[in-house]
């Protein structure tokens, strides 16, 4: 079995290939100790090889296993893993835990990037942080931003004055689904900026753990004007998407 | 470089003692991590690593024996200062470097935090007194490139004291006339610094030294154009930062003897990289030493630096001074030509950069660009706009990156440059 490794700043995901099918998922989150974590993922696997992917891919180098070890950037992955659902694909966005991607892809391959720099604004660390302001699960965050209508404009960017200002406003009454809706606008704001400057076009995979937002996927819908399921094609566990890519390179290689 | 006559020379130049010995040990780490740990180094390296190794020591020295014999020390940020003129008055000429974070909440006294890491990092460097350069400079001469210097200056001026050419903002005739005047004007101020009268068999001397060492990066650059690559593009960058404040007859020779051994490797077919090794051009702003953080992580991937389009490169060493005049008002015209051709930034518009950038990338046969600017550099970062469409014109691929002196977003940096470099593959 080729397994893919994808090493993420909140989770980090697995996936085993044979023979060009998928037959092992697993998925842990990766708390302070990513190694132990990605250990007791791999307990009971004896992989051919591995591909690490992710912001800690050159882990692998240090769980002891003897097999060929490679790793790939989550870039290249999640083009790989998109394209894998959706040959077509002209577009591919990723919204993981701590960094937007926005790639132009032509059969699989990256043409143009773009990466959030040094901050996690726009980002699921973003969705999750100010769904604690709610007090609610940052699963169920999406759902209930839906209920909101005329959503005030949060103008920063930043996550930290983000939550300040979505506190100033519910001190002024603004309703509290309205003013997530307005933090999940901001987000989408910040991404389609990002689709733009790689040239968006249709159809655009969505990825990552926010693409099962539905309220994300809504805004992203009404501000690209795209058609989910047509347009917007979001694979079954988007979150995987990464991990697949690295099998894949894996099984090519 | 810790020994106890450099110590008292430190001390004699009233260095922060404590401050400075953290920055050394610093320096050397990262010089081990970033330089020596490398492969297949040329036998020319030796001269770099030890240059380096006494970059605060044994060069420091040799200046304090000049000015003990009657010479002065003039220092520069900027390859618009004419080199040339400090040699013909037989001073030294040292370009201070300014590329590491140093005494940045001192001079955020003095300069708004939005301003490039290179300002804040000369104007950190003279206030928490680290550097030895700055210390020994009898005359700095700043220039006016870009608002966030010509402001610095002023505020820089008043810790130590600043003589500001004025670069003209175009490149047309009035604006050439204009720079020829301030070729004219740091001419004489640099005779009444040094006392000595600038004569033209002077001038036609200082202009062949530079023309020297010019051709001598000049034969450098070329020989990067080899495949596989003959030299890292890390080895390359400290050539061209060491060039501006070694001695320059000495830097000649030695980089001339290291374009030797690069030709004997290069018909031995021999590299520092596999043959098909993804090759890049660095563009942009200035790396100042010990600035490698880019070029490291760039050649952490596995690709090699074939050129850098810099000031620290090849904006500083394509263009030659002509040397046929004999007058003085021939040279000082010589000079503002060669002068006013340099591609930077400030200048409006500048569109010969991006045919010098397009022409470069072919000419070293780089698979892609790196576009570096310095975050809150507003000239070159609007350019790496510019520079990407030219480029995609060209079928090259581009990377543009805005980064400064720190290390927080290293991480981030890597993943973007492998994520680049697996493009190109």
């Known amino acids: 079995m080729i397994l893919g490794l994808d090493i993420g700043s909140r989770s980090i995901e697995l996936v085993g290939v044979e023979d060009g099918a998928v037959t092992l998922v697993r998925r842990l989150p990766t708390t302070f100790d990513p190694l132990a974590q990605c250990s007791k993922l791999l307990d009971g696997v004896r992989p051919s090889s591995l591909v690490g992917t992710g912001y800690g891919r050159n882990l692998i180098q240090r769980l002891g296993l003897d097999c060929p070890l490679s790793a790939i950037t989550e870039i290249k992955a999640h083009a790989l893993g998109a394209a894998s659902h959706f040959p077509e694909a002209r577009t591919v966005l990723d919204i993981g ?118 309220c994300v996927r809504a805004l992203l819908a009404g501000s690209t004007g795209g058609e989910i399921g047509r347009d917007i094609l979001i694979p079954d566990m988007p979150d995987m998407v990464g991990a697949l890519g690295a099998a894949l390179h894996g099984s090519s290689a | 470089m810790t020994d106890s006559a450099h110590k008292a020379m430190w001390e004699k130049l009233d260095l922060d003692l404590n401050a400075h010995d953290a920055l050394l040990s610093v320096l050397g780490k990262f010089y081990g991590d970033i330089f020596l740990a490398q492969e297949g180094r040329l036998k020319g390296a030796e001269y770099l690593d030890f240059v380096l190794s006494e970059v605060h020591g044994l060069r420091i020295r040799e200046l304090q024996e000049a000015k003990a014999l009657g010479r002065k020390v003039i220092g520069s940020f900027c390859v618009f200062v004419p080199e040339e003129i400090t040699l013909a008055a037989e001073a030294v000429h040292v370009g201070l470097c300014a590329g590491a974070d140093a005494g940045t ?260 046969h780089a698979d892609g660009v790196i576009h570096y600017s310095l975050l809150f550099c507003q000239p070159y970062t609007h350019e790496a706009l510019k520079v990407d469409k030219r480029l995609a014109a060209d079928g090259l691929p581009m990377l543009s990156i805005e980064t400064d002196y720190s290390m927080e977003d290293v991480e981030q940096l890597k993943t973007r440059v492998e994520a680049f470099v697996e493009t190109l593959g």
């Not at chain 1, 990002?194 to 926010?210: D, E, H, I, W």
């Not at chain 2, 210390?135 to 210097?149: A, N, P, Q, R």
């Not at chain 2, 200056?153 to 020829?180: C, D, G, H």
């Not at chain 2, 400290?238 to 003897?257: G, H, M």
């Open chain 1, 97 to 214: 835990g701590q960094d937007t991607k926005a790639m132009s892809v032509r059969d699989g391959r990256v043409v143009k990037f773009e990466m959030n720099d040094r901050c996690a604004a726009g980002t699921g660390k973003f969705l999750e942080y100010t769904a604690g302001v709610f007090q609610i699960a940052v699963e169920e965050f999406g759902q209930y931003a839906l209920q909101g209508d005329n959503p005030p404009e949060i103008s920063s960017i930043c996550t930290v004055f983000a939550e300040t200002e979505a506190t100033s406003l519910m001190a002024r009454g603004e309703r509290p689904e309205a003013i997530a809706l307005g933090l999940h606008k901001a987000i989408v704001k910040r991404t389609l900026n990002m689709l733009n400057r790689v040239n968006l076009a249709f159809p655009l995979v969505f990825s990552g753990g926010v693409a099962n937002n539905p």
């Open chain 2, 105 to 364: 909440e001192l001079a955020e006294q003095l300069v708004p935090r939005n301003t490039c890491a290179l300002i804040k990092s000369f104007i950190g460097f003279k206030m928490a007194r680290l550097c030895p350069y700055i210390e020994s400079c009898d005359m700095i001469v700043g220039e006016t490139t870009c608002d966030g210097k010509k402001k610095a200056y002023e505020a820089f001026n008043e810790i130590a004291p600043t003589y500001v050419m004025e670069v003209p903002q175009t490149k047309s005739a009035p604006a050439r006339e204009l720079w020829k005047a301030e070729i004219l004007r740091c001419l004489r101020a640099v005779e009444e610094l040094t006392g000595r009268t600038i004569t033209p068999e002077r001038l036609k001397e200082g202009i062949r030294l530079v023309n020297e060492k010019r051709r001598a990066l000049q034969r450098l650059t070329a020989l990067r154009a080899a495949s596989p690559a003959p030299i890292s593009g890390r080895d390359a960058l400290l050539v061209n930062q060491i060039s501006f404040y070694d001695d320059p007859v000495r830097f000649t020779a030695k980089i001339n003897e290291l374009c030797d051994e690069l030709e004997a490797r290069i018909a031995r077919g021999e590299g520092v990289a596999p043959k098909n090794a993804p090759r890049l051009l660095l563009s942009g702003c200035p790396m100042a030493v010990p600035n490698w953080k880019l070029p490291f992580v760039v050649e952490s991937t596995g690709a090699v630096i074939v050129g850098e389009e810099s000031c620290i490169g090849t904006r500083n060493t394509r263009d030659l001074v002509d040397e046929s005049a004999d007058t003085l008002e021939g040279m000082i015209d010589a000079l503002a030509d060669r002068y006013m051709k340099i591609d930077c930034a400030c200048f409006t518009p500048n569109t010969e950069r991006l045919d010098n950038v397009s022409n470069l990338a072919r000419q070293v």
